[in-house]
Structures are given as structure tokens and as C-alpha cells.
């Protein structure tokens, strides 16, 4: 079966960091989409990163680009999101989803594409 599990997530004061992981087992991500959104309370969803199967490089939004870093490890089938410098607008929950077929990395994000395989997510909460 196909299945994602984010992890990682926890209190942190602002300007601290974590990393979050995300494990895929049933499938291999080096042949999906990947993506890691988050949520928090009162809000839409916010695609965050993401990298597809036919962009050659990684997606960042506007809000995290330069603190936050995609990575993987094609090995492990996981994907990793280091957050550095996290600020109060960064809490939420976060997930990581997958998803095959030709799209953009940034069609991916913007949400509009709700298919594919999601995961229950980590909670990230960021102290002022």
C-alpha cells in the first residue's frame, strides 16, 4: 500500500530550526512528484516545496525561499526539509505528499492538483 509519513516536527523559538522527514514506503519517490505543504489553523493550505519528475530543479514558495532546503535520499525513498530561521508564520502542520504523472513542480504547489498520496502531517509550532 501506498503510504507517507511525515516526522520531525516540535516547538521551536523563532529564528531556530528543524528538519522534517518524510517516508515513502509502497511507491518510489524517484519516480513521483513530491511535495511538502503545510496548514495552519484558520488557513488554506500553502504548498511550501516541491520537485516534479520533469523540473530540474527545486520549487520554493516565496515565504520560505532562502530558510528552507528540499533534499532526498533516493536510498531511504525519503525526502527531507531542513527549516532554518523558522518564524511565528511558519507554524502549522506539515505534510508531504506524491503524486505521478508530467506537471510542473510549480502546479504542484500552487494546490490546485489534489490527487495523489497524502500523508497525516507534523506539527511545527514556532515561539516569539
Known amino acids: 500500500d501506498v503510504q507517507l509519513q511525515a516526522s520531525g516536527g516540535g516547538e521551536v523559538q523563532a529564528g531556530g530550526s528543524l528538519r522534517l522527514s518524510c517516508e515513502a514506503s509502497g511507491f518510489l519517490m524517484k519516480d513521483y512528484a513530491i511535495g511538502w505543504f503545510r496548514q495552519a489553523p484558520g488557513k488554506e493550505r500553502e504548498g511550501v516545496s516541491c520537485?516534479?519528475?520533469?523540473?530540474?530543479?527545486?520549487y520554493y514558495s516565496d515565504s520560505v525561499k532562502g530558510r528552507f532546503t528540499f533534499s532526498s535520499d533516493s536510498a531511504k525513498n525519503t525526502t527531507f526539509l531542513q527549516m532554518n530561521n523558522l518564524m511565528p508564520e511558519d507554524t502549522g502542520v506539515y505534510f508531504c505528499?506524491?503524486?505521478?504523472?508530467?506537471?510542473?513542480?510549480?502546479?504542484?504547489?500552487?494546490?490546485?492538483?489534489?490527487?495523489?498520496?497524502w500523508g497525516r502531517g507534523t506539527l511545527v509550532t514556532v515561539s516569539s
Open positions: 520537485i516534479s519528475t520533469i523540473d530540474p530543479s527545486v
Open positions: 505528499s506524491a503524486i505521478s504523472g508530467f506537471l510542473r513542480s510549480t502546479y504542484y504547489c500552487s494546490g490546485r492538483e489534489t490527487r495523489g498520496a
